[in-house]
């Protein structure tokens, strides 16, 4: 890489970096590629060496400003971008949060669900990642209440709602296997200390299920992210570890898409 290039065109003309200048040239070459890429046709449309191309990828994925395909060996824009400045990217949150989806789907091959909460007590799922063997699934639209299965235990810690709103909203809320309002209220304040909840066949019977909450930079919920399996897939610790890794996820969305402002600090 030359680090010499000048830009005389300027007053006060300064030597540019070149990494950074490449760096720049592969996320503009991304922003307008109809498709992911791989390492070759980046380093050909940009003009950059493979290698450099290859080393500034991995860099940019690191910081998740690019998102990393592991089984096509390709790239895209990724969520870390909208940390700087997400209301000038021209994707929907759905379109952004999609690659994060199918990295945990991957990673611990399980349905993963992108739930929006509504302004109606409900949720709807807007985005979806499917594991190669999924033998469950959920159609997109799908509404559910928003206080039901381990997605509402998460909600319900947000919610901090007085006792007794807590105990109605539950009375109406339908289960397969309903938990006991005293197990339900338990789980709710431990996906609070948390960050993620797990269930095993309340709402559906031999359906787990794991989540965690997006929260805006007020604590409200925003969106959830849901890992659902056949209970016979995942055990305990299993369904933990989805667990953890959705409450990760869902920390680095809520930062990239509702960023606190200084005086929130």
């Known amino acids: 890489m030359d680090d010499s290039n000048t830009r005389s065109g300027k007053p006060g003309a300064t030597k540019d970096v070149g990494a950074v200048v490449n760096a720049i040239q592969i996320l503009r070459h991304l922003s307008r590629s109809a498709a992911p890429e791989g390492v070759a046709a980046i380093a050909r449309g940009t003009g950059i060496s493979p290698s450099s191309a290859f080393n500034i990828l991995r ?29 000038f990217i021209g994707y929907s949150y759905a379109d952004l949060i999609q690659p994060e989806l199918e990295r945990v789907s991957i990673n611990h091959r399980i349905l993963v669900i992108l739930w929006q909460v509504t302004g109606d007590n409900h949720i709807t799922a807007i985005a979806r990642a499917l594991p190669n ?46 938990p006991t309002f005293e197990t339900y209220q338990h789980e709710a304040a431990l996906a609070r200390e948390r960050g993620w909840a797990v269930e095993e066949g309340n709402l559906y019977r031999g359906v787990s299920l794991a989540s965690a909450a997006v929260a805006d930079q007020h604590g409200q919920p925003r969106f959830v992210l849901s890992g659902i399996a056949i209970s016979a897939q ?7 570890a989805i667990g953890e890794a959705l409450s990760q996820t869902a920390q680095f969305i809520g930062r990239a898409l509702f960023p606190l402002q200084r005086s929130d600090e």
Do not use: M
């Open 59 to 87: 860099t940019l994925a690191n910081e998740q400003w690019v998102a990393f395909d592991e089984q096509r060996k390709t790239y895209q824009l990724g969520l870390g971008l909208s940390e700087l400045a997400v209301s």
């Open 133 to 178: 063997a999924a033998h469950v699934d959920v159609r997109l639209q799908t509404r559910l209440p928003e206080l039901v299965g381990a997605s509402g235990r998460c909600i319900a810690a947000l919610r901090d709602l007085p006792q007794s709103e807590l105990r109605r909203r539950f009375a109406r809320l339908h289960w397969e296997n309903p």
């Open 234 to 240: 995942h055990d305990r610790p299993q369904l933990e």
